[in-house]
Structure formats: C-alpha cells, structure tokens
C-alpha cells in the first residue's frame, strides 16, 4: 500500500498555506495551486498538467522529451524542498510529480482528444492503484526522488499501454 493510501483522514496532514505560493518553487510543486484541493489534489494537478502538455505537443519530438527531461529532474528537487517545508515529504498537495508523470504519459501521442483522454486515465490508473514497480518506488525511495520515481513509472506504464493500443487500431 502507497504512503498516501496508509494514511486515514484523521492521519492526512494538514493542507498547506496559500502563501507558499508566493515562492515560485512551492508554487511548482502545488501545481499552481491545483494541488490546494481539498478533494483528489492528484487529479486536479494531472487536469492542470495538460495547461503545460498542451504547448509542449506543439514542439518537436526531440524537444518535448527535453522539456519533459527538465520536468522530471527539476521535479526531484521541487518536491523534495516543499516536502521538507511542509514536514511531509509526499504531502497530497505536492503535484509537480503528476505533471511529470502525465507528460511522460502523453509523449508521442496520436491526435485526437480520445487518445489525450485515454492517456489521462491511464496515468491516473497506475498513479491511483500503484502495481509493479509503482508501489515499491513509492514505498522505498525516500525524499524528492521517492515523489518523483513513482509517477515517473507509471506514466511509463500509461505511455507504453497507450502506444500498445494505439499501434493495435492502426493511429
């Protein structure tokens, strides 16, 4: 079971200050502000992650893997420095992994808004149920790189079931 699953309600820390957002590394890593929700902050930070992908589509192959590169390991030090300011290193409202993971997701994806949909839920899928390897990066990497590790492996997981359908219909 994942960090965030173990805990009850009563266990859930408490949503952090609208005021971090004042520092722009916290506010990456608050999805900003997406990740303030008090319901589902991981879906609210996927849904604003597509506010980056969308742009991002509109680039070269090589580019966009760049930019997603830059995401990915700018993202181990985001999350790590907010985890410690809020005293939880995978607090609910650190989403900056879920725009990684999603962006991993979606790389290379056909057109069509069905194909952008089908990558969102199955990121979201793997980032929820946590299989193999998910789970165990979320249960033994520690800090920055442990809220990273997780969603990077499941949106590889998105990306290559999305391009298996995709190759099997013909996209």
């Known amino acids: ?17 609208p005021r971090l957002l004042r520092d722009p590394g916290h506010a990456l890593a608050l999805g900003l502000g997406s990740g303030l929700a008090l319901k589902a902050p991981g879906t ?12 991002l589509s509109q680039l070269s192959l090589t580019a966009y893997l760049v930019a ?3 995401v990915v390991v700018a993202g181990v030090g985001i999350c790590g420095r907010t985890g ?4 939880v290193s995978d607090h609910p409202a650190i989403v ?26 199955l990121f979201r899928l793997f980032d929820i149920a946590k299989p193999p390897p998910v789970g165990w990066l979320d249960r033994n990497l520690p ?22 359908l995709a190759w099997g219909v013909g996209a």
Not at 1 to 14: D, G, L, N, V, Y
């Open 84 to 87: 410690r300011a809020l005293g």
């Open 96 to 121: 900056w992994d879920e725009v990684a993971g999603l962006l991993i997701a979606l790389v290379a994806v056909p057109a069509g808004w069905y194909w952008v949909l089908g990558g969102f839920l």
């Open 1 to 17: 079971m994942s960090r965030t699953a173990r805990r009850s309600a009563e266990e859930r820390p408490a949503p952090p200050s």
């Open 68 to 70: 997603t590169l830059i």
């Open 44 to 55: 609210f930070g996927t849904v604003a992650a597509l506010l980056l992908w969308w742009p």
């Open 143 to 164: 800090g920055g790189l442990g809220v990273m590790a997780d969603d990077v492996a499941a949106g590889l997981l998105a990306l290559a079931v999305l391009q298996l």
